[in-house]
């Protein structure tokens, strides 16, 4: 069964459009074969089923999925344990960003709050990864609860119940990406905050306050300004130009606040690696892809319109407006989302706003009304699809982590750690999955030299790893390395297609390596490779 | 909007025409997950492809959304496509999204076939 789903996913689970297209088909051949012909409000009854049961069912599921990823303090990502390390490095007083040819490697180009929020949490509650893992399922959890907020605006509480449930219904189909411990949950809850202060509070308060959560979306990455415009054309609506343009004068405040505040970020070295990640250039498969995922989450929108079309007069001209921002922003997001290694998971923050935009229509249309059988059947195709899609993703996500959750690789490093003294650091093998305990380790050093899917990102951006890296491995920085048991050290190779099996690491740095340290011992799941100080340790 | 879509249509469809038939081939006889390796990863020469790229689903969304609107309907009847102001612009942005979205097993297969793979 496990395999069924697999192979669903990895055929469909990227394609929802070209799915929904599919059933959609299907049912319309189901409403012209003479088995079955249901009638316009037969149809508008299962559209209403379907969208009643996903919605509470995404309820319950994305709230079970968040808390449940959160409580096991394995990785599912490669990159979920940078934020953490250097959340906590923030925390420590060390460089967010360090200088390109530092011996550090561990820049990468998200703004520096997706990290600041990890290393304030790690202070308050204590270095532990569970510490950041509750952090974004609770960043997750609240976007949905601020979506909620925005929708009752216009719905009643059981309608806007259920608009919330199908909006983290639709957070699912991106896998755990909107609770792991990336920027995306943050993203997600900023782009939900600001929404609601743009639709609901008066006055100037208000629109501050709009503003300032548009500013941490706009600091976590460098596209959270795209997410902001639709939001800011409904604040605009609602309060004019005034509010919108406090609101702006705001957000850029708190965007820029960081990088004023604390000396530890660097606004240079930030736009130095977000200069250098430019140069990658774009993949053609992944701009189609978020063509087709932007089609498929705009989808609601289109079909609630035709839903409400017959009332118009409660229709506003002004919301042709919010949608254009809203359409404007998205291909932003589509193109710069087309970066290698980037995707259509950079859409999510959208889906507060549409969440929004599909309940203004939604609230035309009124609980006895029959819609056309074509935007029922539209519905249920949309639901039937978000469920599948979901469904896989999730049964992807739990069968990994189910995996994982034996594997006591944190208890091992911190036995290790505990009966030695000096700077213990990870190390890489050819692969990466024993890695992803790292944090661990830059709790109890202070210290981070080499991030791996850092190196992976510079690598990309024309930037090897620098000789400076080797000489600070030669001189010992790192007393001991864990490197994943049998694997030989630093032998990973890049992924991304334009550097295809390249080696992450030069032959000097390797060189360097070997030349100084030594294979002395090995615990359960690792290596531990020795740096040999001259003259003897 | 229609006469947008119309004079628009002279500008995209033969750039996106041209991409997809070299895409096409890409998908036929190199790798179908990184096409146009050289072009796409230089910068200047991957956003004028990505922007007619997206123009043309633009404006083949423009030209749904303006059909849709026209027959108040979620999926307007061929009647209505047939009857719109620029039928044969919409057939030919349809057949250039066909080649492009055409299974990649299909250009794997004549790829094959041609030998260049």
């Not at chain 1, 995922?293 to 609630?304: D, K, Q």
């Amino acid at each position: 069964m496990l395999d069924v789903l697999d192979a669903f996913r990895i055929r469909f689970g990227a394609r929802p459009l070209l799915l929904s297209l599919a059933v959609l088909g299907l049912l319309y051949l189901v409403s012209r074969s003479g088995l079955a012909r249901p009638s316009q409000e037969r149809w508008t009854a299962i559209a209403k089923w379907a969208i009643g049961i996903a919605g509470v069912a995404g309820l319950v599921a994305y709230a079970v999925s968040a808390v449940w990823y959160a409580s096991d303090p394995h990785f599912f990502d490669n990159a979920e344990p940078t934020m953490i390390s250097v959340g906590w490095l923030f925390h420590a007083g060390q460089p967010i960003y360090h200088a390109v040819d530092a011996p550090e490697r561990y820049a990468l180009i998200y703004g520096p709050l997706a990290y600041i929020v990890h290393g304030i949490a790690l202070s308050m509650f204590g270095p532990n990864i569970g510490v950041s893992k509750a952090l974004g399922a609770a960043a997750g959890l609240a976007s949905v609860a601020l979506t909620y907020a925005a929708v009752r605006r216009h719905e009643t509480p059981a309608r806007g119940a259920i608009a919330a449930g199908i909006y983290a219904l639709i957070l699912l189909l991106f896998r755990h990406y909107s609770f792991w411990t990336r920027p995306e949950p943050f993203q997600l809850c900023a782009a939900a905050a600001s929404l609601v202060f743009a639709v609901r509070s008066r006055g100037i308060a208000g629109a501050i306050a709009a503003g300032a959560a548009s500013g941490v979306l706009w600091n976590l990455k460098f596209t959270g300004p795209l997410y902001s415009i639709p939001i800011f054309v409904l604040l605009h609506r609602r309060a004019g130009w005034r509010a919108t343009i406090a609101a702006v004068v705001t957000g850029v405040v708190a965007a820029a606040l960081p990088f004023i505040v604390f000396s530890n970020v660097s606004l240079a070295d930030y736009v130095a690696w977000v200069r250098l990640s430019a140069r990658t250039g774009l993949l053609l498969s992944t701009l189609r892809q978020n063509l087709e995922w932007t089609a498929f989450l705009l989808l609601p929108i289109l079909i609630s319109h035709f839903g409400s079309i017959a009332d118009e007069r409660q229709r506003d001209s002004r919301d042709r407006a919010v949608l254009i921002s809203l359409v404007v922003g998205a291909v932003g997001v589509v193109v710069a989302g087309a970066k290698p290694g980037a995707g259509p998971y950079h859409l999510m923050p959208f889906l507060p706003a549409i969440a929004y935009l599909v309940s203004c229509n939604t609230s035309r249309i009124s609980p006895a009304s029959r819609m056309d059988a074509a935007v029922s059947r539209g519905a249920i195709a949309f639901v039937v699809v978000a469920v599948a899609v979901a469904t896989v993703q999730q049964t992807q996500l739990t069968a990994t982590m189910m995996r994982k959750r034996p594997v006591q690789e944190i208890a091992d490093i911190e036995a290790f750690a505990s009966t030695h003294r000096g700077t213990i650091a990870m190390g890489y093998g050819s692969t990466e999955a024993a890695s992803l305990a790292r944090p661990i380790l830059t709790f109890r050093s202070n210290t981070y030299l080499i991030d791996q899917p850092a190196v992976r990102e510079h690598q990309l951006a024309g930037i090897e790893v620098p000789q400076s890296t080797a000489d600070a491995v030669a001189s010992c920085r790192v007393d001991y390395w864990l490197v994943p048991k049998g694997e030989a050290p630093f032998s990973g190779v890049n992924g991304y297609a334009a550097v295809l099996l390249r080696p992450l690491y030069p032959e000097t740095f390797r060189r360097a390596f070997l030349s100084t340290h030594l294979r002395v011992s090995e615990t359960t799941y690792y290596d531990v490779w020795q740096c040999q100080r001259a003259g003897g340790k | 909007m229609i006469e947008t879509l119309k004079r628009s249509w002279w500008v995209i469809f033969p750039a996106f025409a041209a991409l997809t038939v070299r895409l096409a081939a890409e998908r036929s006889c190199g790798d179908p997950y990184d096409l146009l390796p050289v072009a796409t990863s230089n910068p200047a020469l991957a956003w004028p492809l990505a922007i007619v790229y997206v123009l043309a689903h633009a404006w083949i969304a423009g030209a749904y959304l303006a059909t849709a609107e026209r027959s108040r309907s979620l999926v307007p009847p061929i009647a209505v496509w047939t009857s719109s102001a620029n039928p044969f612009q919409i057939l030919l942005m349809l057949a250039a999204f066909a080649v492009e979205y055409a299974p990649a097993a299909l250009w794997a297969s004549l790829g094959a076939m041609v030998g260049c793979r």
